[in-house]
Every structure is written in structure tokens, then in C-alpha cells.
């Protein structure tokens, strides 16, 4: 890369930052109204809104077979997005949340890039009109650090947590996350760390998940500087184990090479109070009964607001610290 070339790209870097920071922040005007109220839900203290600060996130999507993927979604409303020529999206998420009002804990996130209506989107428009499309994440598997994390997580806002043993490391080179339940390996990602980007994110996602014989949505908004790679600039190595939550992540075959990675040294998100769900139906009561429904209610009753962690996985000493090429 000659010197003309590089200072083009930093000059247009320039203007995309310049141009984010601009942007306003997603939160809902009603969220800043709630600042400093208090609420007490199914036992659990928060001090609205219901936020996280200077929190690492590491992210990594891999194409997937879009045919497989509808296949793993709930109801008839999910639709995997299209990015062309077949494929799909697996979104991974690791959030090692260093302050909330439940304390500290690893969240771990697998999931699957979703349209919600009454058809499946065009390719690549999803990402463009997020709002128009419904466009979000079925959550797939979502393993957390503590036993208050599941409690609030699911039976509040109906995602799929369960307690297991996560770790998150950085390293000069590298991000990684590992997490195994029960003695065995579900699922290790490591990306490189991308290029220093500096990119100003302010963004609102949406979750989708299965509980009770329902579609839960719920809202996240975040604001971070983030590192990018894209296309060939993205490396990343995602195995997935014999764990029972992964197991039908291996039906869509995975591609090697991811769409792109991020990391986040400190971000900060707004959970947002407000959740919506919708009946999961099918044709027949059969097919209602045999489908993936989530979790029933029993699963959440007897939980405490333990903020106690499993222990960390198990690694070799050279997965620990190093810095291979990947």
C-alpha cells in the first residue's frame, strides 16, 4: 500500500467516524425518563434503566446454509436473512459484562439472523430497513456465568440462558471466549483482533427467543467504539462441542471463514424494559406440540439471585495464551 493509498484511507475512515458519531443515540426517549426509578421483578432489584457500563464484547458472523437454518426456527413468523446465493447468518456474541445491577457475569450468544412476518425478506434489504423487516436474532443457545443471570434473562424476557462455565480472554493478538456445561465443550470462538477502526456504534438490536410456547422479543441498545475486519480481514476459528445446546448449530453447516468480526473494548447497553411476545403456531396441534416451544415455566421457579460463577472452563496452556495465527 503506497503512502496516497493509505492516506485516502484514513481520510475516509475519518469522515465514517465523523459521520456515526453524529448519529443520535438509540435509547428510547422513555428509558432517560426512568433513570434512577426502581423496580422489584420476580425478586430481582434493578435501578432503571436496566443498563451495563465498560463492558468487552466480542462478535463474529459466519455464513450459514439458509435452508437448514429455517429449519431451527419456532412458529412461522421467523425467517433466516438472506446474503445471497443461499446463505444465511450465525451471530456470535460474547459479553463479558463487568457492571449491572445483577453484578458481573459472561454471556455467550449463538444465534441465528431473523426477518419477523408473514414472509421471508429479499437478500441484504433486512440489514438497510431493519425496521421494516423486523430484522433481529434468533437466539439459538445463550449459556451465562451466574443463576441470577438466568433467573432475570428467562423469566423475565424469555431468553434461553442457563448457567455454565464461561471465560473471555484478551490477548495483544487476540479475543477468545470458551464455554463448556456439565464436562463437556459447547462452544469456543477466537477471532483476531481487528485492525484499530475506532468505529463510533450506536445501534438498537433485537432478540427473539422461544419460551412457554411463545416468540419473545426484546430490545438492546449499545453505544461502543468498535475494531472491525471485514471479508479477508476477518480471521476467526468457531468449534462447536458436544454440548446439547449446540447440537443444532451443527446442521447448518458453518462456513470457515466469518463475514466479518468486531471487538468492543467498552461498550455500554440499555436493556429495554418494554418486551413483546406472540403465540408459536403451526397447522396443526400436532405439529404445535412437536415444535421448538422453548422452556416451560418450571425451568425459571426455582431459581435463586445467586450471582456466584461456575468455575471456567477447562483449557490446554497453549489455547490459554496464545497468539497463533488463526
Known amino acids: 500500500m503506497n503512502a496516497a493509498t493509505a492516506a485516502l484511507g484514513r481520510s475516509l475512515q475519518g469522515l465514517l467516524q465523523g459521520t456515526l458519531l453524529r448519529l443520535p443515540s438509540p435509547v428510547p426517549e422513555r428509558q432517560a425518563r426512568l433513570t434512577g426509578q426502581h423496580a422489584l421483578v420476580d425478586g430481582i432489584p434493578y435501578t ?27 412458529g412461522t413468523e421467523l425467517h433466516p436473512v438472506g446474503i445471497g446465493f443461499g446463505r444465511g447468518l450465525l451471530v456470535v456474541t460474547v459479553v463479558n459484562y463487568l457492571a449491572t445491577d445483577i453484578g458481573t457475569y459472561i454471556e455467550y450468544s449463538l444465534a441465528i439472523a431473523v ?32 443463576e441470577i443471570s438466568v433467573k432475570g434473562g428467562k423469566g423475565i424476557w424469555g431468553m ?56 419473545m422479543k426484546s430490545s438492546i441498545y449499545f453505544e461502543a467504539r468498535a475494531d472491525v475486519a471485514v471479508g479477508r480481514r476477518a480471521q476467526a476459528r468457531l468449534v462447536l462441542g458436544d454440548a ?17 468480526t468486531a471487538y468492543m473494548p467498552e461498550a455500554h447497553g440499555v436493556l429495554d424494559d418494554h418486551y413483546e411476545g406472540w403465540f408459536l403456531t403451526a397447522d396443526t396441534s400436532e405439529l404445535a406440540a412437536s415444535g421448538h416451544r422453548g422452556d416451560g415455566l418450571g425451568s425459571v421457579v426455582h431459581l435463586t439471585n445467586s450471582q456466584q460463577w461456575l468455575a471456567p472452563p477447562r483449557r490446554h496452556t497453549s489455547d490459554r495464551g496464545s497468539d497463533v495465527e488463526m
Not at 120 to 137: D, S, V
Open 244 to 260: 446439547p445446546g449446540v447440537q443444532a448449530l451443527k446442521t447448518l453447516h458453518v462456513a470457515r471463514k466469518p463475514l466479518f
Open 160 to 215: 434461553p440462558k442457563h448457567q455454565a462455565n464461561l471465560d473471555f480472554l484478551v490477548t495483544p493478538k487476540k479475543v477468545s471466549a470458551m464455554y463448556a456445561v456439565n464436562g463437556m465443550h459447547g462452544c469456543t470462538i477466537d477471532i483476531k483482533r481487528p485492525p484499530h477502526t475506532n468505529l463510533p456504534l450506536k445501534l438498537a438490536a433485537v432478540n427473539y427467543c422461544a419460551f412457554r410456547g411463545q416468540l
Open 115 to 146: 426477518t419477523h412476518g408473514s414472509k421471508p425478506a429479499p437478500p441484504l434489504l433486512p440489514a438497510l430497513l431493519m425496521g421494516t423487516y423486523g430484522t433481529g436474532q434468533y437466539v439459538v443457545d445463550l449459556p451465562v456465568s451466574s
Open 48 to 74: 432503571m434503566p436496566v443498563n451495563s457500563d465498560d463492558s468487552p464484547v466480542l462478535m463474529a458472523a459466519f455464513p450459514i446454509r439458509r435452508s437448514a437454518a429455517a429449519r431451527l426456527l419456532p
